[in-house]
C-alpha cells in the first residue's frame, strides 16, 4: 500500500525557514516519475510549488517560490524534502507532497499526481 507522510511543518516568523519532509513507502522510487510538492491556503486551489524528476533530479518551480524553496531527494530513504527559506505570511498554508507513476507535461499539476500525503500545516506569522 503505497503511503505518504509529511512532517516539518509548523509556525515560523516571516524571514525563518523550514524544512519538510515527505517519507514514501509501499513501493521503491525507481517506480515514480515524479514526486512533487503542493499548498493549499484556505479559500484557495491547491497549487503546485516544485517537482523533481525520481530519475535524474531534473527540478521544476513554481515563479513564487523559485529562489526561496529547494526541492530534493534522498532516494536511498525514499523521502522527498523540501527546504523552505525566506518565508512570507503569504506561504501559510496546508503543505502536501503527491507521487507521480507516469511520465506528465506538467509537473505543476494536480492531474500529475496519484498519490498524496495527509499534508502538514505551516503558519508563518509577520
Known amino acids: 500500500q503505497v503511503q505518504l507522510v509529511e512532517s516539518g511543518g509548523g509556525s515560523v516568523q516571516a524571514g525563518g525557514s523550514l524544512r519538510l519532509s515527505c517519507a514514501a513507502s509501499?513501493?521503491?522510487?525507481?517506480?515514480?516519475?515524479?514526486m512533487g510538492w503542493f499548498r493549499q491556503a484556505p479559500g484557495k486551489e491547491r497549487e503546485g510549488l516544485a517537482a523533481?524528476?525520481?530519475?535524474?533530479?531534473?527540478?521544476y518551480y513554481d515563479d513564487s517560490v523559485k529562489g526561496r524553496f529547494t526541492i530534493s531527494q534522498d532516494n536511498a530513504k525514499n523521502t522527498l524534502y523540501l527546504q523552505m527559506n525566506s518565508l512570507k505570511p503569504e506561504d501559510t498554508a496546508v503543505y502536501y507532497c503527491?507521487?507521480?507513476?507516469?511520465?506528465?507535461?506538467?509537473?505543476?499539476?494536480?492531474?500529475?499526481?496519484?498519490?498524496w500525503g495527509q499534508g502538514t500545516q505551516v503558519t508563518v506569522s509577520s
Open positions: 523533481i524528476r525520481t530519475s535524474g533530479g531534473t527540478t
Open positions: 509501499g513501493y521503491a522510487s525507481s517506480y515514480t516519475s515524479y
Open positions: 503527491a507521487a507521480a507513476f507516469e511520465h506528465c507535461s506538467n509537473t505543476r499539476s494536480r492531474a500529475c499526481y496519484n498519490y
